[in-house]
């Protein structure tokens, strides 16, 4: 292929949801870099390697047209970066932007209504972003949320570790002890 498959070389981890994509996209690059997994990362706030940020002329607010994808996916690769964790957006799913592409991990935010006015009905918008749980070894999953969180926690086929805040008893991961202050939120 033209960029030499490279989405195939790097650990690939789409995010999406109808909030939080961006601070989760931003903080999985983080971590992982962190962890020593250097990690780029795709998305609202631009292209950034694990280094810094990267110079390209946006194509979409969001989640790149499929060529530029793949460009961004090498030149994270060949500058160091053994990962790349993007926002995936359900338009982007549904014009098939990352066609072909199977992450290794997909998390999903939550669901709620938006981008009616392209989807023209909630279920479509849903279907689009369960979509991309189908392209995904594993999943990252919030199973507090009542419209998709549920469902993928049923369908989805692969490992998966679910998330709560709620307590709720079918979670992997639970936050407790949350404490809410003027500067933030605090466990």
């Known amino acids: 292929m033209y960029f030499d498959y490279t989405d195939e070389k790097i650990e690939t981890i789409g995010v999406t949801g109808t909030n939080g994509k961006t601070t989760v996209a931003a903080y ?23 280094k810094k940020k990267l110079v390209y002329k946006k194509s979409t607010p969001t ?37 072909n592409i199977y992450f290794d991990v997909a998390i999903h935010t939550n ?25 995904a070894k594993h999943a990252v999953i919030n199973i507090d949320d009542q419209d998709m969180g549920k469902d993928l926690s049923r369908l989805f086929e692969g490992p998966k570790v679910m998330y709560s805040l709620l307590n709720n008893a079918k979670a992997t991961l639970q936050a407790k002890n949350i404490t809410v202050k003027e500067g933030g939120l605090f466990l």
Do not use: N
Request: hydrophobic share 35%; charged share 25%.
């Open 111 to 135: 669901l709620s209504e938006e981008h009616l006015e392209y989807h023209k009905t909630f279920e479509h918008y849903k279907k689009c972003k369960m979509k991309l749980f189908q392209q």
């Open 63 to 99: 989640t790149p047209e499929s060529v530029d994808l793949h460009k961004i996916f090498y030149d994270l690769y060949t500058s160091g970066d053994e990962a790349a964790v993007m926002e995936v957006s359900s338009i982007a799913i549904d014009q098939q932007r990352v066609e």
């Open 28 to 50: 999985v690059r983080s971590l992982l870099t962190l962890l020593k997994l250097p990690t780029g990362s795709i998305g609202t706030t631009g292209i950034w390697s694990s």
